[in-house]
């Protein structure tokens, strides 16, 4: 991808472009599969495809890690970073919505995640479109929703990527052995 060096990935306009490329990724597949979009000290852009994630916690926190110290090796760390997933989710009026997990509430909406900060978390970044499907399986869209945060050190939610980013400032690899 193009260097954009001054340019943040984080604003809305951005993430209406790529809304609309998932959308037009779904729609072809069926499916999503995670990843995600980040930007190095450079402001080089390069997307990162994941793996299923694991549902532990822990692991999932050490993938992450790794691929964060992979990329400060690699490519002097990471300025930027969107995560891009299809997921589920319920909202607080559902029925019992805190003890259901989203995957097996049946009120759940399917929807494209965007979780995005950067470094310092001087920006964050939250983008959902919910949809549903018609009988063909086929999505139908309704609007989305999208956050941007710019205040300083104010969390507008705490999550995958700062296990990114952790990774990415640690100096050596964990000693993992037991």
């Known amino acids: 991808m193009k260097n954009e060096n001054n340019k943040t990935i984080l604003t809305e306009e951005n993430l209406r472009k790529i809304i609309a490329m ?3 990724l779904l729609m ?9 979009l980040v930007v190095n000290g450079s402001g080089e852009r390069t ?12 692991v999932k926190a050490m993938m992450l890690r790794a691929i964060g110290l992979k990329l400060r090796t690699e490519h002097g760390g990471i300025r930027e970073a969107l995560f891009i997933a299809e997921s589920w989710m319920t909202t607080a009026k559902a029925p019992d919505a805190n003890k259901i997990p989203p995957s097996q509430h049946p009120a759940r909406e399917e929807i494209i995640l965007i979780v995005g900060r950067n470094e310092d978390r001087s920006r964050t970044a939250f983008a959902i479109q919910p949809f549903s499907r018609d009988d063909n399986g086929q999505p139908i869209w309704t609007e989305p929703t999208i956050t941007l945060s710019q205040e300083q050190g104010k969390l507008t939610f705490d999550g995958i990527l700062d296990d990114l980013f952790i990774g990415a400032t640690q100096l050596d690899l964990p000693d993992l052995e037991a």
Request: charged share 30%; proline share 12%; hydrophobic share 25%.
């Open 47 to 58: 997307m990162i495809g994941l793996p299923e994630l694991p549902s532990n916690s822990d």
């Open 22 to 24: 998932e959308k037009r």
């Open 28 to 36: 072809q597949d069926g499916s999503l599969s995670p990843r995600l």
